[in-house]
């Protein structure tokens, strides 16, 4: 993604904010980009699972869109009125995250907004099922939405994986600090970059391969492991001409240190890469990404691999 020109807006109707709605807004006045506000409705008394189908329950679902399209149009006339290109769709669809990447791949967006929740109390976003299966499914970058301000000078944290660990291709290191550099430009904001090692692998690596009962160095095999850590990351930040003060380097595990940076330099945005492991089972980003994200104080872009493609399937399950 060079450029944004279609940003979907997932909108809740059940909401008197839309967080997600109004982040995309902004990022498309500040971008050009046409915006669209979709509402995925389903509603199993209507559906005709339990009865079978009939003219009324079709009538009935016709009439519930008809509504949420006017709930669509009355949020878009504001944002039209400040220039911005947006176009409204209401679907029926189950469930939810199938619905939302049908209507991705269809109208051909480039870039999905959703709401998520944050705690205040304990510090961490609640992630909801939706959230996790569009996380593991969306085609397109998907930007979770907290409820708070940006800055005028946005921070934006672009956390990579030089080392290529976790079964991540090195080419979504640079997707990652691209789209960071591209919003970074567009909504003037300042990129630093995120990597952390965590030198307890390399010690429990030497020890397991010590079969007879020696003296390790492990002061010595701690450098070692951060001067290999530090030269990939220095080569990727030096490329993409991130500058020494915003290239973080940290000892430690992401999980612990990622939001620890954010919350110090006051992160608007972390972008972060997903990884499928698996092309035939659930697609999932890993352990150590899942532990990191609901602790995040700040809004959250998952970036995919440009090979993958969604398992879900194009033909909704529900029709109106």
């Known amino acids: 993604m060079r450029n944004i020109s279609k940003i ?40 005709g699972d339990r009865l079978f189908d009939s003219p009324s329950l079709e009538k009935a679902r016709r009439e519930v869109l008809a509504n949420e399209e006017k709930l669509l149009e009355r949020l878009a006339e504001p944002l039209r009125k400040k220039g911005v290109v947006v176009r409204t769709t209401a679907l029926w669809d189950h469930p ?3 619905g939302i990447v049908r209507r991705v791949v269809d109208s ?13 109390a304990l510090q961490r976003a609640v992630l909801s099922n939706t959230d996790w299966n569009l996380i593991r499914t969306c085609p397109v970058p998907l930007w979770l939405v907290k409820p708070r301000d940006f800055a005028a000078a946005p921070t934006i944290i672009a956390s990579i994986d030089p080392m290529n660990e976790h079964d991540k291709p090195a080419a979504l290191d640079d997707e990652i600090l ?10 003037g904001g300042n990129v630093h970059a995120f990597h952390s090692y965590d030198p307890r692998i390399a010690v429990a690596t030497a020890t397991a391969n010590a079969y007879i009962p020696v003296s390790l160095p492990f002061d010595e095999i701690e450098q070692q492991m951060h001067e290999d850590h530090q030269k990939r990351f220095g080569q990727i930040t030096a490329f993409h001409g991130i500058d020494d003060e915003r290239a973080h380097l940290v000892s430690g595990v992401t999980h612990e240190e990622l939001p620890v940076l ?26 150590t ?7 995040l104080p700040c809004d959250l872009l998952i970036i995919k691999p440009d090979w993958f493609h969604t398992p879900v399937e194009r033909g909704s399950h529900e029709s109106n």
């Open 8 to 47: 979907l807006a997932v909108v809740d109707p059940t909401s008197h904010t839309q967080p997600a709605m109004k982040r995309a807004a902004w990022l498309a006045g500040k971008t050009g980009a046409e915006l669209e506000l979709m509402i995925c409705y389903y509603n199993e008394y209507l559906s």
């Open 96 to 98: 939810l995250y199938e």
């Open 108 to 120: 051909d967006a480039e870039i999905v907004f959703k709401d998520t929740h944050h705690h205040s």
């Open 178 to 187: 691209q789209i960071s550099k591209m919003l970074g430009e567009k909504i």
């Open 262 to 287: 954010a919350e110090q330099t006051g992160a608007d945005l972390v972008v972060m890469g997903a990884v499928a492991r698996n092309r035939w089972k659930r697609l999932f980003i890993g352990a």
């Open 289 to 295: 990404a899942e532990r990191t994200l609901e602790f």
